[in-house]
């Protein structure tokens, strides 16, 4: 599976952004899906995970409120929608599947390159 994420880019506090990940060459419908996120000089962290179907999500108490995790199987894409962003939310956004349910990235077998996104304050 090629995962390649992308809508990225420069807001400001308070603003919203949504991020998609395109999924190719497997079949989408059947893993669950994750965001990670990861700042300068900081771990790589889990944002949120959505089952195969979409019926079941998980967020990092950061995102909780926040963001929401969505994703569309007939058009092989995952999204996460972020809203009222914080500077401390800034890094590189990255889409991952997994046939887990955790957070931890060791768990997950296919990664996206990454998208963007930075929030100034």
């Known amino acids: 599976v090629q995962l390649q994420a992308s809508g990225g880019g420069l807001v400001e506090a308070g603003g919203s952004l949504r991020v998609s990940c395109t999924a190719s060459?497997?079949?989408?419908?059947?893993?669950?899906m994750g965001w990670f996120r990861q700042a300068p000089g900081k771990e790589r962290e889990f944002v949120a995970l959505?089952?195969?179907?979409?019926?079941?999500?998980w967020y990092a108490a950061s995102a909780k409120g926040r963001f929401t995790i969505s994703r569309d199987n007939a058009k092989n894409t995952l999204y996460l929608q972020m809203n009222s962003l914080r500077p401390e939310d800034t890094g590189l956004y990255y889409c991952?599947?997994?046939?887990?349910?955790?957070?931890?990235?060791?768990?997950?077998?296919?990664w996206g390159q990454g998208t963007q996104v930075t929030v100034s304050s």
């Open positions: 991952a599947s997994t046939k887990n349910w955790n957070s931890s990235p060791k768990f997950y077998d296919y």
């Open positions: 060459g497997g079949t989408f419908s059947r893993p669950n």
């Open positions: 959505i089952s195969a179907g979409g019926a079941n999500t």
